[in-house]
């Protein structure tokens, strides 16, 4: 039961000067934030359903191989389960995301360690988790392929024809042309690690299955119509007979945009299977070790420059692993792709990307997509070729910066205005780098903690890849309750970033009442018109403008239809809201997305607007190596950004804060340790993130140039501060020590190896 | 079934409370499923995280890490016991003002600690903040808005003992 | 949570003759559990093998800390906390003030006790290269009656240690004689906070007119299980701090750590750091020496 627009999806072109504000730009308190703080929010594994079972999975222990036998120990009383196989698997068994090829549940083969090949249901919770380990197969093992490397000698094929996932060819002039005439050619190749998201809220979801109903889900995760959809798949029904409901989401970070759709399922056989609503919800044990994690990658450059440190040519090989399916690899790949040039002038690119299959748990999306690792490389390659040719890494960067005008790798003339001078400039200023660096080179010598500053310059590009959102074509609004609360209706969802929060105050804003009087409804199939999903940093700028745009359309239409006037208090609105309730039946008010102007993108040749727009931003970072330890520590952090116009600066802090500590993570603390393809440091004791004694003090600023086509001027913001912190410590670790680190996580182990190489154990270090 | 294991007593958040629970069941699921009360959080079930974090006998301890027995006859206090007749502690104030809280889940614990700090510790430095925090893990906030929270808190628990000195 | 709970006994006799009884009546089937910082971790990943668990907790003969002129003796059932807050311990014997503030967080050393610490054995124990300087006692208690150890010789083997099957660990007892020792303690983990040691290092010294007299040094995780370093020991008794000395102990040190590669960090690193740490130690007393 969907809203309709009573004046249809017009395309009514309603503008806004956004020049001054009441509650956009404040930071009002978030939305929710009470009812956390009480601890009275609602997440999944707090929710009992009546009759409710729960759900364990049974899951490979080897990365590749046959199936031969499930055999079910007879200890235990079987008839009190519920046990499901690919074979119970009424519609298809796959997880529809881009490509079909993820099973839901392993038939007859497995791909990776941990692949789910049989479910179990009980009522006891206990019971259940037994008799995972009651349920013995056997496998006829096959060779397995665990990296880039051995993906790419093809032998064994692992998935398809040849085990490579993705490719892309991105090219601009004529990268060959330059080798010739440059005075400088520099190569490097540099390597990230898996990252895992750790959110504090594991993966879980509640499912409850009727031959009336079909299927109910309610679950943490980021996007109910992603999970919808796969259902729909799985189970062989209708739209209507697949409800997926939102629950309070305990962080996400993009780990919870595709797996949802995979343990949704399996929850929804096993509530099927036995008749009962099943809960499944995984400890930490299990959900680091068989859900998604970033893309490790491989990118190597190669880069000729002219005798005064101008872009020349860029010839970059980008490979990441995709795990054992394709799930969100090709995406990832493409938005790696499209920020390995940096924000820089290069008249000649080429950038060949490749996504391989290996026999891991498949990589999926994190923070970033995709970026973090394509600006790692570029913005450790910038200081490489820096120190190669002679040239300060600052004015290396600023010799090259993109300006207005100037034309990005795809073609994309930069019509919005670009400010990495500026971002520079302020990081520059407020760090007052020049200082401590000078400082730093007087104090290193006598020290033994030696102290370094470095920097990234990078951008972010706003929601969806080119035609990616008028493929999305999302639709929302907002609607009024008879009891007289405003609801934004979205499918957008809050998982900690400010969803609630920003979307409330852009329809309060553009109808004109308090932030009070606007409330979210609840992110349920059932209730919402698909607004996209919430990823890529999209919602404050493309669902944003949706939701201002539905807020004046409203009052247009009370003004026309129900006698509002030009001015009005909220009591005049909510009165003339149900004057034109009686005469229509219900309040409600959909915009459809528009994209702005000028956005061509061919998705053959990789070329033209690649993004909307883009995000910019310069980080500096401070670093300490102990070389008594080899432990390098962020001591300060600087974030400068222009994001378009701040909807409210307490929760846009936060959200760089946030990224910065999880980035200075990706860099220096957290590795996925994988063991035949399974990831044996599955803990939080071993999986090591910062602690509140890790984080260094992170300084943020912002610029702001307001974007006319985003929710009152924003741009995306969630994903751009994840982007900059590992080139930035890695940078200001070349510059503490003199040595070049081209992999993260650079832990102490790895920093050691490099450092005895320079002074050997037998000698005596100097102090 | 319930009824064969002894009856345990503790007294949460004021009230007195009797479960029959087997004596190795966590404290954190004696709270969450025999008391329904959800508030406290699971993220790790090692003692890693904090989110179960709650007071027991006016000490923090991790809830995930107590066997229901050692609980007999202890004074529990969780997060819903944290807001007073409706009015929300200076910590819950400090941390709606600025930000300490965004996806909740590592809130409940967090709350806790900071709570036991600031009765331990009233005017905590930043350093002895990051300490009294070590044990609860953030994803979301990089903690830098939960140490502002937890300072203004201070401050403002500081202005009312001045208020009421006056 | 992998662990069942009704499949596990937890009896609460309430006081230390009746659980010695109950160790006595039927050694090895009870194991004890006091703050349950380890066993519980081990309950919920499903891998708590002792079905049968007698509480130590609240068991006030277990929870002291009692000064005497030559000495202090300190309750196996004292939690970390317990040692940070008190303020002999903190005067005497900093090293243990100062590991106790490292185990875990602060709702760990609540909870964490000093024996339970000793009695899981790992190789990783904060608190064991500190009460190994600390040339500490180990006080065993039965039904046959009290016995003491060097705690030196507690640790037997990886996770096994000196104590019959009967035995409970009643208390550690700790000479106030380094009140003129330089001392030295230095843990590097993963982190600054919450982490298991990679490897950590413990000293103390008397240096009597640049010459050292006395020495011991401890380490963790360099070997199955927390022990003294006695070559480095013999490469420095009686000799000056000078580069020479500290080049022999680095040497020393090098030769006789045994540390393994394992899911937290690898045998070079943990060897070439400990070398690194002896070192400061000894750059420390020259500075301090000159400075006398």
């Known amino acids: ?139 006829e093992p096959l060779p397995p392929v665990f990296t880039i490397e051995e993906s790419e000698r093809r032998n064994p094929v692992v998935w398809g024809a040849d085990n490579l996932l993705k490719s892309f060819l991105l090219e601009k002039g004529n990268v060959d042309s330059a080798w010739a005439h440059a005075a400088h050619i520099v190569e490097g190749e540099y390597r990230t690690g898996a990252q895992e998201h750790l959110y504090i809220e594991n993966n879980g979801v509640i499912a409850e299955w009727s031959e009336q109903n079909g299927v109910t889900v309610w679950g943490s995760l980021q996007c109910p119509f992603y999970v919808h959809k796969s259902l729909l798949a799985v189970f062989d029904l209708p739209e209507d007979k697949v409800r997926v409901i939102q629950t309070e989401t305990g962080g996400a970070f993009g780990g919870k945009e595709d797996y949802p759709s995979v343990l949704a399922a399996h929850a929804a056989l096993l509530a099927m299977k036995s008749g009962h609503p099943v809960k499944m919800v995984y400890d930490r044990i299990e959900d680091l070790a068989a859900t998604t994690k970033r893309h490790p990658s491989r990118i190597g450059h190669r880069t000729a420059l002219d005798e005064n440190g101008k872009l020349l040519a860029m010839d970059i090989d980008l490979a990441t692993d995709g795990g054992a399916y394709s799930t969100l690899s090709s995406t990832v790949l493409s938005r790696a792709t499209l920020h390995s040039t940096g924000p820089y002038v290069c008249p000649n690119v080429r950038v060949r990307s490749h996504s391989w299959a290996t026999n891991t748990v498949p990589y999926g999306a994190f923070r970033g997509f995709g970026a973090p690792q394509a600006i790692f490389a570029i913005e450790r390659h910038m200081d490489e070729i820096a120190s190669a040719i002679g040239i300060d890494p600052i004015e290396l960067r600023r010799r090259n910066f993109l300006h207005d005008g100037d034309t990005t790798a795809t073609e994309q003339v930069m019509r919005e205005p670009v400010i990495m001078d500026r971002l520079l400039d302020r990081a520059l200023a407020e760090s007052d780098y020049h200082t401590r660096r000078a400082q730093f080179a007087r104090d290193n010598r006598a020290s033994p903690i030696k102290r370094g500053i470095g920097i990234a310059a990078f951008y972010h590009g706003s929601g969806f890849t080119g035609s990616g959102e008028r493929y999305l074509n999302s639709l929302a609004g907002v609607d009024v309750t008879p009891e007289g609360k405003v609801r934004v209706l979205v499918s957008s969802t809050e998982f900690g970033q400010g969803t609630n929060t920003v979307l409330t105050q852009i329809a309060a804003e553009s109808i004109g009442i308090p932030y009070d009087d606007v409330t979210m409804a609840p992110a349920d199939t059932g209730i919402v018109p698909n607004s996209g999903p919430t990823v890529a940093s999209r919602t404050s700028m493309v669902v944003g403008r949706l939701i201002e745009r539905a807020g004046l359309q409203l009052v247009a239409i009370l003004r026309d239809a129900a006698g509002l006037s030009e001015h009005f208090s909220r009591e005049e609105f909510f009165a003339a809201c149900e004057r034109y309730r009686a005469i229509k039946g219900d309040v409600v008010s959909l915009c459809r997305y528009e994209p702005p102007p000028g956005i061509f993108w061919d998705d053959q040749k990789y070329r033209g607007e690649a993004y909307p727009a883009f995000a910019w931003s310069v980080h500096v970072a401070q670093v300490a190596v102990d070389t008594v330890t080899y432990t390098a520590e962020v001591e300060e952090f600087w974030a400068v950004q222009e994001v378009g116009r701040v909807l409210n600066p307490v929760l846009a802090g936060g959200q760089i804060e946030g990224g910065v500590a999880q980035g200075i993570g990706y860099a220096l603390y957290e590795k996925v340790l994988l063991q035949n393809g399974h990831m044996a ?57 003199g040595i070049s680190f081209h992999a993260i996580p650079l832990l102490p182990e790895d920093l050691f190896a490099e450092l005895a190489k320079q002074s050997p154990a037998e000698e005596t270090a100097t102090v | 079934m319930s009824a064969s294991w002894p009856a345990i007593r503790l007294t949460v958040n004021g009230e007195t409370r009797t479960v029959n629970v087997p004596p190795m069941k966590r404290l954190l699921d004696v709270l969450r499923e025999d008391l329904h009360l959800t ?86 430095t930043l350093a002895e903040i990051r300490e009294g925090l070590a044990g609860n893990l953030c994803r979301c906030t990089g903690f830098i808005r939960i140490f502002e929270s937890v300072v203004e808190a201070a401050a403002s628990h500081e202005d009312k003992q001045a208020a009421h000195a006056r | 949570m992998r662990g069942n709970a009704d499949a596990f006994e937890l009896i609460a006799p309430g006081n230390l003759p009746e659980v010695l009884s109950l160790l006595a009546a039927a050694p090895g089937e009870w194991t004890p559990i006091a703050g349950g910082t380890e066993l519980m971790v081990a309950h919920a990943a499903g891998r708590l093998d002792a079905r049968k668990l007698v509480n130590l907790w609240g068991i006030p003969e277990l929870r002291f800390i009692q000064s005497e002129a030559q000495s202090i003796a300190i309750g196996a059932g004292c939690t970390f906390r317990d040692l940070r807050a008190h303020g002999a311990i903190a005067a005497d014997f900093p090293l243990l003030a100062r590991a106790s503030s490292w185990i875990g967080s602060i709702a760990n050393q609540n909870r964490a006790t000093i024996g339970g610490n000793l009695a899981n054995g790992s190789p990783a124990a904060d608190s064991s290269p500190v009460l190994l300087v600390y040339d500490a006692e180990i006080e065993l208690v039965s039904v046959r009656g009290r016995r003491r150890i060097p705690y030196s010789e507690f640790h037997t083997g990886y996770k096994k240690n000196a104590m019959a099957p009967d035995e409970l660990l009643y208390s550690i007892h700790l000479p106030r004689q380094f009140a003129q020792h330089r001392q030295y303690l230095r843990k590097v983990g993963t982190r600054r906070a919450m982490a298991i040691s990679k490897v950590e290092l413990a000293a103390v010294a008397l240096v009597e007119l640049g010459v050292i007299s006395e020495i011991r040094v401890a380490a963790a995780s360099l070997a199955p299980f927390p022990t003294r370093l006695y070559q480095v020991e013999a490469a420095l008794l009686g000799q000056g701090i000078d580069a020479r000395t500290i080049q022999s102990a680095r040497e020393a040190l090098l030769e006789e750590a045994k540390p393994i590669d394992d899911i937290r960090s690898t045998a070079g690193y943990r060897r070439q750091v400990a070398a690194n740490l002896i070192e400061e130690f000894l750059n420390q007393l020259r500075l301090e020496g000159a400075s006398d």
């Open chain 2, 39 to 124: 508030g406290t959080k699971e993220g790790c079930g090692e003692g890693e995280c904090g989110s179960c974090s709650v007071l027991m006998n006016g000490e923090l301890v991790n809830s995930c890490l107590v066997p229901a027995l050692q609980a007999e006859g202890a004074t529990i206090q969780t997060v819903e016991g944290l807001a007073v007749n409706g009015e929300l502690h200076p910590l819950q104030k400090a941390f709606l003002a600025r930000g300490g809280a965004q996806c909740g889940i590592c809130t409940p614990g967090m709350l806790m600690a900071a709570a036991q700090l600031l009765t331990v510790n009233p005017h905590p």
């Open chain 1, 1 to 139: 039961m969907l809203c309709h627009n009573p004046f249809g999806d017009s395309g009514t072109r309603i503008m806004t000067t956004h020049a001054t504000t009441r509650i956009v730009g404040d930071s009002v308190p978030r939305k929710e934030g009470v009812d956390k703080l009480l601890g009275r929010a609602r997440y999944v594994d707090d929710i009992e359903r009546e009759g409710m079972w729960h759900g364990a999975t049974v899951r490979s222990t080897i990365p590749r191989g046959l199936i031969q036998t499930i055999a079910f120990d007879r200890r235990i009383d079987w008839t009190e389960f519920a046990v499901v196989t690919a074979d119970d698997i009424p519609g298809q068994n796959h997880i529809q995301l881009i490509v079909a090829d993820q099973p839901c549940l392993a038939d007859g083969r497995v791909n990776h360690c941990d692949e789910a090949i049989v479910l179990l249901a009980h009522p006891d919770k206990r019971k259940v988790r037994e008799a995972v380990d009651a349920v013995r197969i056997e496998y």
């Open chain 1, 681 to 737: 440091n599955n803990q939080m004791t071993n999986y090591i993130m910062p602690t509140a004694e890790d984080v260094p003090p992170i300084h943020v600023f912002f610029e702001q140039i307001p974007f006319q086509h985003g929710g009152y001027g924003a741009k995306g913001i969630g994903e751009l501060p994840h982007d900059g912190p590992a080139p930035a410590i890695l940078n200001a670790i070349k510059d503490a020590t």
